[in-house]
């Protein structure tokens, strides 16, 4: 069966720094976009940042680009979310997914993902 299964988060300081990992299993991903969405309390799901296959195709919020860098090493079936300079607003659930498609990945599209994660809580506190 499919799986991604995300770690990495916890509790940070404002300011300070986090890397999340979701590692995917189950089946070939070759040609596949990874990301990441999150969803914060009383909020809907957002997307947060998304890259190609080849990596050559990458996608981010305008509320995190500048802070957080994403990345992917297809070996693995790994993808990864750098988040420096954390704020209070970043606190949310993390959740990975994968999806054929990097354009509507890119187009926050949640709905349509082929796979998600189960998630991970990122706590950042002031």
């Known amino acids: 069966q499919v799986q991604l299964v995300e770690s990495g988060g916890g509790l940070v300081q404002a300011g300070g720094s986090l890397r999340l990992s979701c590692a995917a299993s189950?089946?070939?991903?070759?040609?596949?976009?990874m990301g990441w969405f999150r969803q914060a309390p009383g909020k809907e799901r957002e997307f947060v940042a998304c890259?190609?296959?080849?990596?050559?195709?990458?996608y981010y919020a305008d509320s995190v680009k500048g802070r957080f860098t994403i990345s992917r090493d297809n070996a693995k079936n790994t993808v990864y979310l750098q988040m420096n300079s954390l704020k209070p607003e970043d606190t949310a659930v993390y959740y990975c997914?994968?999806?054929?498609?990097?354009?509507?990945?890119?187009?926050?599209?949640?709905?349509?993902?082929?796979?998600w994660g189960k998630g991970t809580l990122v706590t950042v506190s002031s």
């Open positions: 997914a994968v999806d054929r498609s990097v354009g509507t990945m890119g187009r926050g599209a949640s709905g349509s993902m082929d796979y």
């Open positions: 189950g089946r070939s991903f070759s040609g596949y976009a």
């Open positions: 890259i190609s296959w080849s990596g050559g195709s990458l």
